[in-house]
């Protein structure tokens, strides 16, 4: 697959699944939707490992990568889909683009990477300034988003720890297998949860925006979107790949004003605008350093 198709296959897939998490719990339960996501997307997956011949390891260590990744595919994205009914869906791709902050930060205390340098606090700092400032805005945000905005940031602090642990975890697997694998491991969560709440029935009307969405979902958010990331991520320098998470918020954003009529104010953009800063100084804040001088 060529790499800038890939490239750009993610920036397109990222920038469109916080609407069309939106959509998909318009007329179904979100836990029933995120669940269905995780099932038509596990039961492609081991389709495409069986046309591949590609096994998906079950040994100890690979299940312990699962369980891992299994805390942001199914803590992270439950909240997610939960919040989607409270908050604008751009503000989901916001929050979801401070995960390299919070990944990096529990980098520190779980695997000791090195401590961050000044421009680096500096980073988290505009980033959550960003955060306040549209968490501020009383046209995009009321007082009944708080449950979606408690929701986001539990969902963006699984998936970054999730990351975290499972890169502690080191499995070496195959991308796909590793996808496919996560997804199944996700999907009891999804039941239990199911079960707990009390959603509603699986009723879905057939070519209904929800229908429709679930499926866009299943097929590339988890499964195409995933492979695209790890083929992108193998053969480009982890810089150029952060840049997705720059131009995903404010794609998103857009989207979700044009096709889904949410507020789009001055103080949502000024707040993307300050996390995207953020997330920049973050990534390349380094070359803003003065070289040392060799000493003689």
């Keep these: 697959m060529s790499v800038p198709v890939s490239y750009l296959a ?22 029933v939707a995120a669940g269905l996501r995780m099932a038509i ?6 389709g495409l490992l069986a046309v591949l011949r590609e096994p998906l390891p079950l040994n100890r260590r690979a299940q312990k990568t699962y369980a891992c990744a299994a805390i942001g595919v199914f803590g992270a994205m439950c909240c997610a889909y939960l919040s989607s009914r409270y908050v604008p ?14 990944s990096a930060v529990l980098g520190q205390w779980l695997l000791d990477e090195a401590r961050f340098r000044a421009y680096r606090w500096v980073a988290c700092f505009l980033a959550f300034a960003g955060l306040g400032v549209i968490f501020t ?5 009321g007082p009944e988003s708080l449950p979606g905005l408690l929701l986001l940031l539990l969902a963006v602090t699984l998936f970054s ?16 297998a590793h996808t496919v694998g996560s997804l199944l491991w996700s999907l009891p969560g999804f039941v239990l949860v199911g079960l707990f709440t009390g959603t509603d029935s699986l009723a879905i009307e057939v070519g209904s925006r929800s229908f429709w969405s679930i499926l866009y979902l299943a097929t590339f958010g988890s499964l195409l979107g995933f492979v695209c990331y790890f083929h992108v991520l193998r053969h480009l320098p982890p810089s150029t790949v952060a840049l997705v998470t720059l131009i995903t918020p404010v794609f998103a954003l857009m989207l979700g004003h044009l096709l889904n009529d949410e507020p ?33």
Excluded at 10 to 31: G, H, K, M, N
């Design 41 to 46: 997307a596990a039961l492609l997956g081991l």
């Design 137 to 141: 805005d009383d046209v995009a945000l």
């Design 10 to 31: 993610v920036v397109l897939i990222w920038s469109t699944t916080p609407l069309t998490i939106a959509w998909s719990s318009e007329s179904v339960d979100p836990v």
């Design 264 to 296: 789009l104010t001055a103080g949502l953009w000024q707040g993307c605008l300050l996390v995207v800063t953020g997330l920049g100084l973050f990534f390349w804040g380094h070359r803003l350093q003065p070289e040392r001088s060799p000493v003689s």
């Design 89 to 102: 869906s751009g503000l989901i791709s916001i929050m979801f683009g401070l995960a390299p902050i919070l």
């Design 161 to 176: 720890l999730s990351a975290v642990l499972v890169k502690r975890c080191n499995g070496q697997l195959n991308p796909l």
